[in-house]
């Protein structure tokens, strides 16, 4: 897969789709509604499931399991993204209508620096396929840490990172919110605000956990178009993704632990990858139960044990 015509076709949609969203959301004066917010999900989630079935029927059924596993794989863990963002969102005190604005910008830069991720990953393990284990052995160590990780341990804030300090050292800042604008200009000069700290420290969160997401696609498949793809998929529906579970958030509290298992099974799915074999639509399923069984028990979970 990955001829030139695939590539080229793939990321003009995604650009037009992008370029649509951008339009909407600006038209709309207000923060993604609810139902909004629903139907931009159905609507990602539906074409992302159409193209894995173009690919079943075009390509064979094979690649379509690969695209699927990755896809489901990345949403998955993108979903941390969205305990990031509300943290993000407080700190900044960003309104809820320039939120979408922050999240459309972010995710767009956290695709492009995705893709040279993704790339330089499909270089090395084409070139050195041993290093699918070194990526499996950090799996689990992301896993082990997730999975040890207490509630009262006092974690570092999205807002509190390198990149973002040398921003506010390199850029004049405003001290508030300028409307829904990256820069302002005063007296002649042209100062940031904190809406462009926002879309800065939202991509490079999200870059740190493209250091674990990425990797992990691997496990499934080492064809660059379908890592990029199903990277791409799976991000393109976070954004209205957040606006429909921004609410009920803190109670997936069994999700990081789901996240943890998922890490732990794939990553140890890379480091006997000499050994054990699993087709992939095996991998798909343990995936999937996984990620439902977190899921049901956060929901089902008697409030009175959530904090």
Known sequence: MGSPVLWAGFLAGVLVLLALDLRISSRRGHGARFREA?????????????????????????????????????????????????LLFQAFAIPAEYQHRVLFWGVLGALVLRGGLILA????????????????????YTAAKIALHRDGEEERAPTDNVVVRMVRKSLPMTATIEGPEFFVRREGRRFATPLLLAVVAAETADL?????????????????????SSNVCALLGLRALYFVVRGALLRLRYLKP????????????????????????????????????ALLVSWFAPKENLT
Do not use: C
């Open 258 to 293: 789901g996240l943890a298992g998922i890490l732990l099974f794939v990553g140890l799915k890379m480091l006997l990858y000499k050994w054990v074999f699993l087709p992939t639509g095996t991998s798909l399923a343990i995936i999937a139960a996984i990620l439902v069984v």
């Open 208 to 228: 740190v956990f493209a250091l674990d997401s990425i990797p992990a696609v691997f496990a499934v498949t080492d064809d660059s178009f379908l890592v990029f």
């Open 38 to 86: 629903i139907g931009w999900s159905l609507f990602w989630i539906a074409l992302s499931l159409g193209f894995g079935f173009w690919i079943w029927i075009i390509y064979g059924g094979e690649q379509g399991l690969q695209f699927f596993a990755g896809y489901l794989l990345e949403k998955s863990l993108s979903v941390d993204n969205l305990f990031v963002f509300v």
């Open 121 to 140: 990953g499909v270089a090395l393990v084409h070139r050195f396929h041993w290093i699918i284990a070194v990526f499996g052995a950090v799996l689990v």
